[in-house]
């Protein structure tokens, strides 16, 4: 019979090691200095394993075998890639918090944390620890926790159901068949892609191809990015729409001519709205984006103040192209209005598609998107196509604008971002808390 295993299971069940090539009977004070030799193994992040044999007779039940011999204990060393302590360090900056649950001995999941940086100021616990905790007292410490040591399947499952019960998004990575109830748990589940089972990538909602913590922060860092320019999409998609409900409106309420045809409002949403928001999705990761803290779990698309800027910003725009509708009736008839207003609404676009203020970070920091660049010069072009093209003018109904004409146009349209930044001050993204 040979046996391996960690070396406090072994251990009680020998009764001699192997000395000089001979079995020797175990000594009191034998065990302790093995012991102690396993336990400083054990802190310089060795995982350790106690090797024992006995000889059976054909009568004997292996699995009731006591009596063993000690052979030796071996150290194995798996040390933790390059880039975790840098990844760890964006998590914190990001507020989401780590946790490593691990089945190694407690002194070697310590030793692996210190040299990564993820016990500093945390907590490590055992699975009989947590044994001794009913689900009220590990609630009160769960986040105090950043090690599971000698942790099994059960002890996993409690701390992420521990961490759901007050209130955090949990995301839980693991490879093999014991990990599969807690990432099935999880509100994220992963699993590893290269050694994971597939048991495991079943119960899985992702699968990390390249088995990589690294890649989970940059997934997280790809997934606010989506979902900040998803927000910046749509915001941007209702500014442009409800400033053409406002002209329309407005001047109807007034009892004024409408001051875009059917046509005219088609095209404004094509050449203003459709490309420019496609483009939007495309944009990078804004600087500082994995310092802020996780938004609130169950939070809505428009919170943040964003509810409040559409409206604001909406509204603006809208009065900007009554205002340059209103002087066109005034000055030089119905045609040249209708095209002022459609100018005026065309050039707003353009300026909120590249107004720091709204498509980059807190700082005002717009990140370069040559797409986004594209579809505001495409869209801008359009407009102008439909008003100085002699065959696009009589589709369009528009007439060619002179510069005294432009000059209201690009006065009204210019002042919007400037208005809007003063009736929002500090306006910023979603708040966040800590996960």
Known sequence: LVVKGAPDRVMPRCTSCRRDGKPCPMEEQTRREITAIGEDMA?????????????????????????LVLAGLVGMQDPPRPEVPQALNRCRRAGVAVVMITGDHPRTAAAIAREIGLLDGGRLVTGMELDAMDDPDLDAVVDEIRVCARALPRHKLRLVRSLQRRGHVVAMAGDGVNDAPAVQQADIGLAMGRCGTDLTKGVADMVIADDNFATIVR????????????????????????????????????????????????????????????????????????????????ENLLAGGLGRRIVTRGTLIGLAGFAAYRLGLARWGVGAARTMALASLGTSQFLHLFDPAIQGDAAGRCPPNKYKAAAGVAGLGMILASVYVPGLRGVFQTVPLSWRQWLPVLATAGVVPFLGRALEPGAAGPPGRKK
């Not at 060795?46 to 044999?53: F, I, K, P």
């Not at 406002?246 to 459709?274: C, E, H, K, R, Y």
């Open 219 to 298: 997934g997280i860092e790809e997934g606010r990015a989506v979902y900040a320019n998803i927000r910046t999409a749509v915001a941007y998609l209702l500014y442009t729409n409800a400033g053409d409900l406002v002209l329309m409106l407005t001047a109807s309420v007034l009892g004024l001519p409408l001051p875009l045809v059917p046509i005219q409002l088609l095209w404004i949403n094509l050449s203003g709205d459709s490309l420019p928001a496609l483009a939007i999705m495309a944009d990078p990761p804004v600087p500082g984006q994995m310092r802020r803290p996780p938004r609130p779990k169950g």
């Open 43 to 67: 802190a310089r992040a060795l995982r350790v394993l106690a090797l024992a044999y006995k000889p059976l007779a054909a009568s004997e039940d292996w699995r009731t075998a006591d009596g």
